[in-house]
C-alpha cells in the first residue's frame, strides 16, 4: 500500500495523495480504525514534503474520512461500502417514447463520422482560426475585474440586463420595432426554439416550415410530436402557392422559417416575397417564429430586413437570432425577441428549466460586443468567407455535375444531382477517398431529397475546397455513366 501510487505533475501532489486515500477507504482496503502512516513515514516513501501529505490528512479530515488524534496518529472514520452489492437496471427498458426519439433523431450519434485526414464539408461551424481570442480574453480580464463576484453567482432568467439592452438595440438596428417586445436569453437557437415550441404548441398541432429545413428544427419540432407541413423552396425562398393552398387546407397554428441563408440550401427571400408571405400568414392568422442565426454572414447585395422588422409594431413574429455563426458557438448564446408578455411566460419557462444562461458567459460577451468587436470581427470573417464561398460556388459549377447549386452567402453551399443519383451513395464513395460532407435528405421532412447534399465551406482551406469538391464530382461522374 501506498507504494503503487503513481504521482503527475498535472495536479497538486496533496490532492492525488488525497484521492489515492479515498479510494483505498471507499473500496474497503483501509478499514475503519486503521492507522495511517505518520506525516513523516508517508512523506519518506512517497518522496514529497511533509506539508503535502499534511494537507492531504486535513483534506482527509474535513470530508469525514479520517481523524487525528491528538499524540497518536491519523485514523480511518469512514465506513468503506460494501461493492458486493451489485444491482443493476435495465435502463433502455426506462426510457421514455421522449428520450428514445431524441436517440433516434440524433444526427451526431448515425451519421458518417469525420475521421482524422479526411476533407470535411460536413459542418457549417464558423472557422475558429478567425477568432480574435485575445480581445475576448481582454473582454474577460475587463468585465471580470469590473463585477467578478456577481458574475459567479445566481443571475436572471431574463438574461443579463446590459446585453438584452445591447441586442434591443441590435435589433433596432435591423429596422424591428422594439416597442412593446422584450428579449429572453436562451442557450443559442435551439433552445430558443424548444422553449418557444414548449409554451405554444400542444401535441397533435399542425406546424409549417421550408422544405428542406434545419435538422435540428424538424427534431425538436418532432419531439413536440407536431404534424409537419413541409412547403418546397424556389430559389428566391419558400413557394407562395403551395404556402397559400397548405394553410388552406390545414388548421395550421405556428410557422418557423429561415429566410436569410437557409440552412440547407443557403437560399435568401427575396424582399417582395417576404412582405407577401407576411400577408398571406396575417389573412391566416398563423404566427410566425423566424431564424436569424446567418443575417450577418452576406457577402454582396443590400441589407435584408427581418420579417420581425417588416411586421412594423405588429406582435405576430417571434425572432429567434443566435451568434453560433457570426461568432462563437461554444458560448451558447442566443435570444428571442417578441412580444413583452409573451417574454415574461418564456421567461417563466427557461427558469423551470435550468434558471438562466451562465451570467459570466453573457457579462463577457456584453463586454466583447459593446467594444465593437462584433464590427471588427465580421469585417476580418466575411472577407475570408467571402473568398471561400466565392471558390465554393466556382468549383460546384465546375466539378460537381449537378441540377442546381444553390447558395448566396452564409457558410455552406446546397447542390441538387441529376434525380438518379445518391447522395447518400455518393458520400459512402467520397468518404473512401477521404472526403466527407452532408447528405440532403436528414433536412427533408417528408423523406425526399435523396439526390442533395450540403457542403459546409467556412473551415476548409481553399487547396481542401478545390481538390474536395474534385472528388466529389469524379464520383458523382462515375455515378452517372
Ligand atoms: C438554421 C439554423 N439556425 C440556428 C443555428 C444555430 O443554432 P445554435 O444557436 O443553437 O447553435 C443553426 C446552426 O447550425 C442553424 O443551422
Known amino acids: 500500500m501506498f507504494t503503487d501510487i503513481s504521482l503527475t505533475n498535472d495536479r497538486p501532489l496533496y490532492l492525488q495523495i488525497r484521492d489515492y486515500i479515498r479510494q483505498m477507504i471507499l473500496r474497503g482496503l483501509l478499514s475503519q480504525g486503521q492507522k495511517l502512516p505518520s506525516t513523516r513515514e508517508l512523506s519518506d516513501t512517497l518522496e514529497v514534503s511533509r506539508n503535502t501529505i499534511i494537507l492531504a490528512y486535513e483534506y482527509l479530515e474535513d470530508e469525514g474520512f479520517v481523524k487525528t488524534i491528538r499524540g497518536k496518529g491519523t485514523f480511518v472514520s469512514a465506513v468503506s461500502i460494501d461493492y458486493k452489492n451489485v444491482w443493476d437496471m435495465d435502463w433502455n427498458s426506462r426510457l421514455t417514447p421522449y428520450a428514445n426519439m431524441a436517440n433516434r433523431l440524433d444526427i451526431v450519434k448515425h451519421e458518417s463520422k469525420w475521421q482524422k485526414g479526411m476533407i470535411s464539408f460536413k459542418s457549417i461551424a464558423p472557422d475558429d482560426k478567425l477568432f480574435d481570442v485575445e480581445d475576448f480574453k481582454r473582454a474577460f480580464q475587463n468585465r471580470f475585474s469590473l463585477e467578478g463576484e456577481k458574475l459567479l453567482n445566481y443571475g436572471y432568467a431574463q438574461g443579463y440586463k446590459p446585453l438584452i439592452d445591447y441586442l434591443l438595440h441590435y435589433m433596432e438596428n435591423k429596422g424591428v420595432s422594439t416597442q412593446g417586445k422584450s428579449i429572453l436569453i436562451t442557450n443559442g437557437f435551439t433552445e430558443g426554439f424548444d422553449i418557444v415550441l ?10 409549417l416550415c421550408e422544405n428542406p429545413t434545419h435538422n435540428t428544427a424538424i427534431k425538436i419540432m418532432k419531439l413536440h410530436h407536431q404534424k409537419i407541413i413541409g412547403i418546397d423552396m424556389e430559389e428566391d425562398g419558400i413557394n407562395l402557392a403551395k404556402l ?196 440532403g435528405d436528414i433536412f427533408y421532412t417528408d423523406g425526399k431529397g435523396s439526390n442533395t447534399l450540403r457542403l459546409g465551406f467556412a473551415r476548409s482551406t481553399l487547396n481542401e475546397i478545390k481538390k474536395g469538391f474534385k472528388i466529389i464530382g469524379n464520383v458523382v461522374k462515375e455515378m452517372e455513366e
Not at 440547407?264 to 417564429?289: C, E, H, N, W
Open 244 to 439: 397559400e393552398k397548405a394553410l388552406a387546407n390545414n388548421p395550421v397554428s405556428m410557422a418557423f422559417l429561415i429566410p436569410s441563408y437557409h440552412n440547407p440550401t443557403g437560399v435568401i427571400m427575396s424582399p417582395q416575397k417576404r412582405i407577401q408571405v407576411l400577408d398571406i400568414f396575417a389573412r391566416y392568422k398563423v404566427p410566425v417564429i423566424e431564424d436569424g442565426f446567418n443575417e450577418e454572414l452576406r457577402y454582396s447585395g443590400s441589407h435584408l430586413s427581418p420579417l420581425a422588422a417588416l411586421c412594423g409594431s405588429g406582435n405576430s413574429v417571434i425572432y429567434i437570432g443566435s451568434l453560433s455563426k457570426v461568432l462563437f458557438p461554444g458560448l451558447r448564446i442566443g435570444w428571442i425577441l417578441g412580444d413583452k408578455e409573451l417574454i415574461s411566460k418564456l421567461e417563466s419557462v427557461k427558469r423551470s428549466r435550468n434558471i438562466h444562461t451562465s451570467f459570466l458567459d453573457q457579462a463577457l460577451l456584453y463586454e466583447y460586443l459593446s467594444r465593437g468587436n462584433l464590427e471588427k470581427y465580421l469585417k476580418k470573417a466575411r472577407k475570408t468567407y467571402r473568398e471561400k464561398y466565392d471558390l465554393a460556388i466556382e468549383c460546384a459549377r465546375e466539378y460537381i455535375p449537378h441540377k442546381t447549386v444553390l447558395g448566396e452567402g452564409g457558410l455552406h453551399i446546397f447542390i441538387e444531382l441529376a434525380d438518379h443519383v445518391d447522395a447518400r451513395q455518393v458520400l459512402t464513395r467520397s468518404i473512401r477517398r477521404n472526403v466527407i460532407f452532408m447528405p
Open 198 to 207: 414548449s409554451a405554444l404548441v400542444n401535441p397533435g398541432n399542425y406546424i
